[in-house]
């Protein structure tokens, strides 16, 4: 199960926020992120905030869940009363298997998404989805509720990786999937890879990304598998069942992702994420990592809105209830200073094609870029321009980057 929510200080029962944080909403873009906790069954590497019908408990359903997210919703309409933000520019339903809901539970939660701050016109909406929980028809009705982009969980095309996953669905399904999802008119159709899985041979990983790259979509992510504390994976990798993720592996599996994907037309714009086109970035995440501001619906979501960033309760019984009496879900917040916010631009700015400023750093950061680029971990060409931007050998070793820059 997911790890404990910190405490930080305590959330107002009903979720006001200082002025200053409202007085800024908005200024660096808004979007909104809806949680989805519900699984058919848990996969042996999740550790996200998700539960079965199994784990549910009472309290709190499926059928009654876009009304609990909508009543969040009207509780965040009072909040920004009076500072609404300009327009939502993205919105991301995630889980979880959003597509558990049906599409037009879906589209109920969009739709109120849209009366209470109204959305823009280009605006991207997002759904994840597992390949087998979408039909051609609740695709067509999905698109038609107003979602423009869905991400597919394919994780491989190997059955014995899917196996070591826990993955239900069967090789093949992820790009049938992605094609039925263009079929329904979406704009942009994302798959999702994760390489480094114990047993994953070479040719495994050349076989996802040949079907990824033959499927027709316009972004892929890939993300070498984390081993986290409390999953099915990590117990199995303790008792001696499974080999732990070799970094060597993961690096040549990265190296490989960076060659096929450039090969077909696709170009990185952060460190795990690669488009065929700048309209086929993932807008929302890039929003994230940018630092814009974001109000998170469902239980454990997390958002950040004016410098302020709050977490809900994890579990949807908890969550209900607080609703249905009238006070925020949120469990607890931080304010976020200015060497916070700095700290974060470092962190996230540096995974990006476009690179950090280089006016971010202080002094003994801008020595660490130096020795960086001498190593010959940052862009020579794009540094007399005053931006630090990782090579590929830099993208490899991203996180030992970020460490030097920062205090």
Known sequence: MPGVLPDGEAVPADGSLPPAARAAVGTRGFGVYVHVPFCASRCGYCDFNTYTASELGGGASRETYA???????????????????????????????????????????????????????????????????????????????????????????APGVLAVLDRRHRPGRAAAAAAEARDAGFEHVNLDLIYGTPGERPEDFAASLAEVTAAGVDHVSAYALIVEDGTRLAARMRRGELPYPSDDEAADRYLAAEAALGAAGFSWYEVSNWATS???????????????????????????????????????TGYARRL???????????LLTEADRRTEDVMLRLRLADGLPLSVLDEAGRAAADRALADGLLDPAAYPAGRAVLTLRGRLLADAVVRDLLP
């Open 67 to 157: 009304d609990a997210v909508l009543a969040e919703l009207d509780l965040a309409a009072r909040v920004l009363d009076g500072t609404p933000p300009a327009r939502v520019d993205t919105v991301f339903v995630g889980g979880g298997t959003p597509t558990l809901l049906p599409a037009a539970d879906l589209g109920r939660i969009l739709a109120g998404i849209d009366r209470t701050w109204g959305l823009a016109d280009d605006v991207e909406v997002t759904t994840e989805a597992n390949p087998e929980s979408v039909t051609p028809e609740s695709l067509a009705a999905l698109r038609a509720a107003g979602y423009t982009r869905i991400s597919l969980g394919m994780q491989s095309a």
């Open 278 to 316: 700048p309209a086929a970035r993932c807008r929302h995440n890039l929003l994230y990592w940018t630092g814009g501001d974001w109000w998170g619906l469902g239980p454990g979501a997390h958002s950040h809105v004016g410098g302020v960033r709050w977490w809900n309760v994890k579990h949807p």
């Open 324 to 334: 249905a009496e009238g006070r925020s879900p949120g469990h607890g917040r931080e």
